[in-house]
DNA sequence: GATATTTTTGAAACCGATTTCAAAAATGAC
DNA sequence: GTCATTTTTGAAATCGGTTTCAAAAATATC
């Protein structure tokens, strides 16, 4: 292995002289740089990365974590926020939980090690109390999920509104029996839209009946269960507001399987605005997520905050925008 | 920053000791071993990684290389990698190459910098010539992908039959006039899927149409492209051989907008078997790829060769199964 | 040309762990 | 209790870089 004494030697220098070269400080002469770099050159040196990070204290790493990378949403925000480091210099740890808190424990204390610089977290399985005492071995942010007394930066989307959007469209199509319908209701994210889905139902002095709320709904497979269940129901729903379009999917297929009609005898609609909602026929309606500005916008703030720059203050949101497609929009059912 | 010498202070002993404790080394009465847990417990000491890293000269962390997360196939890969790697003991860093040479080289550093203890390549976007340079930096294997001349230890799926038993189906459902319709020709996954076209194809002595050769797809929008191209033939092939499951559902979300039958008109198959295959009407035939065994053994002879054990030489092909489901069944057409 | 100032350079300390080697302590044999 | 042997322990070297500090060299000032 090459290291800076091989290339000091080679270049009849110091290594504190090649070390300055290396790190572009001033005060060495061109011809002394000149004979460093080509002595770097024919040895074909690199600087060990262990060696460096060891002496600053700085591993150009930043951990993310999230639940599983196969879940479209966490996937597009883990590459989204991938290019975006390589950008900064920093290399994207992506580590994944599986919804589990034991692995996001196990996750956290890469903080500890200091293998990674920061972290972000895009979702939270632990309670705060137990993930907020990592604080103190490094910069932590909030991406996507978030908590209402954490005093770290945040950067989300405007859930309340994105479930109201979704559920007010829903009700301006005539529907007043809507089925909710969700993963992770303990999340802060799923609590937002279901502030959201409420807020609609109110402004429409509209009730929501608790038979029709299903909370442990994630894949696709979970979609097709829940329609079963909504099928055999006596005083079934007439809409479904889903948090995610794999969900919505599932709920469309298994209506297909038993010849129910979508929208017509049951709107769907969907979270995320991924691909699959304009392949499936119909065409899932949607509320669509601006995932790569949330995950720039991330990577911004953690560099920053392992730059000591900002605030632990720091709050973005960033607006949802309801997606009108096929599976919510019914001619007959239609009161504009 | 708690480091091992103050645990050695704390404990009233030398650091030596206390690193024999922390990795579990003989010669340790148990007496000052207790004294050591505790006051590192006490002190919430865990071992700085970058310094244990320069030491061992082992980071712990296997690099991956793939186009990109949210290619499905790659994400898939990714998922069981990581997962897999963490049994280990390994940090997965999943490097996305984007399909560009420039970033492929930039990751291919990693393992000259010994910023990581091995690199599993996925895809190769480079020349095998200016890949293999990099071989003297640390171990590298391949996965998915493979080059005929490389002395490394490769992890892949038998490509040719993958082909062959898909066009062999589709020709049995009586098609004569088969498209072929694949991304990335340069790569050895893709020429080996032809060669199992081309195979099944001379075993029926069928002639292929050039006109009906695509070698640009790589996503939906291009399915659906293709589709119109397909569409606008004056002799248009009757089925369609891709190299994804996106791909196909591309060409069936174009065939269904121009109101073209599947599998009646136009007979589609795709590759890898994603969740996507089972949402689309008409659910889509397509051969399934197992990549969690694939991950599975790629990590572990990537562990192996980093301890210096297995060889060069090894070669692990697993097999590929078609599926078959509506996209490419028609009573009308079918032979047998 | 002597002196003050600035620029350039290298020796040595340091980052936080592991490992070697020799000394100290404990144990065993008689 | 003495000597040989084994177990336990710590001082110091090491991994490969960066940084400090002081000395050397170059330049500026008069």
């Not at 030697?9 to 011809?31: C, E, F, M, Q, W």
């Not at 002095?205 to 909370?215: P, T, V």
Request: proline share 4%.
């Amino acid at each position: 292995m090459v290291t800076i004494d091989d290339v000091a030697k080679r270049a009849g220098l110091s290594k504190s002289t090649v070390s300055r070269v290396i790190n572009d400080y001033p005060h060495v002469s061109i011809k002394k740089k000149e004979k460093v770099f080509e002595a770097m050159k024919e040895l074909g040196y690199v600087p060990n990365s262990s060696a460096r990070s060891l002496r600053n204290k700085k591993t150009q790493m930043i951990a993310v974590l999230i639940p599983r990378i196969m879940n479209p949403f966490f996937g597009q925000l883990a590459e989204s926020m991938e290019l975006q480091a390589a950008k900064h210099g920093y290399q994207l740890l992506i580590c994944q939980t599986m919804y589990s808190k034991e692995t996001e424990l196990k996750h956290l204390e890469l903080l500890k090690m200091k293998q990674v610089d920061g972290m972000i977290l895009t979702s939270i399985e632990n309670e705060w109390d137990v993930v907020k005492e990592y604080l103190s071995y490094g910069p932590m942010i909030l991406c996507n999920e978030f908590e209402e007394e954490a005093t770290i930066p945040t950067v989300k989307f405007d859930q309340v509104h994105g479930g109201y959007v979704a559920t007010k469209h829903l009700i301006r199509q005539g529907h007043t029996k809507i089925a909710y319908c969700t993963g992770g209701q303990k999340s802060n994210v799923g609590q937002h839209r279901r502030r959201g889905f409420d807020l609609a139902l109110e402004e429409f002095h509209l009730s929501f009946d608790e038979r029709h709320g299903f909370y442990d709904a994630f894949s696709i497979e979970d979609g097709i269960r829940i329609f079963k269940q909504i099928n055999q129901m006596p005083d079934p729903p007439t809409a479904v507001f889903t948090g995610s379009d794999e969900v919505a999917a599932g709920i469309i297929t298994g209506a297909k399987e038993y010849g129910v009609k979508v929208p017509e005898a049951l709107a769907v609609i969907g979270f995320d605005n991924q691909v699959i909602t304009k392949l499936m026929d119909p065409k899932i309606s949607t509320v669509e997520q601006p995932i790569p500005f949330l995950a720039k916008r991330a990577v911004e703030v953690m560099v920053d905050r392992i730059h000591h720059k900002g605030n632990d203050e720091e709050v973005y949101e960033y607006p949802l925008e309801l997606i009108i497609r096929e599976s919510t929009v019914s001619p007959i059912r239609a009161v504009e």
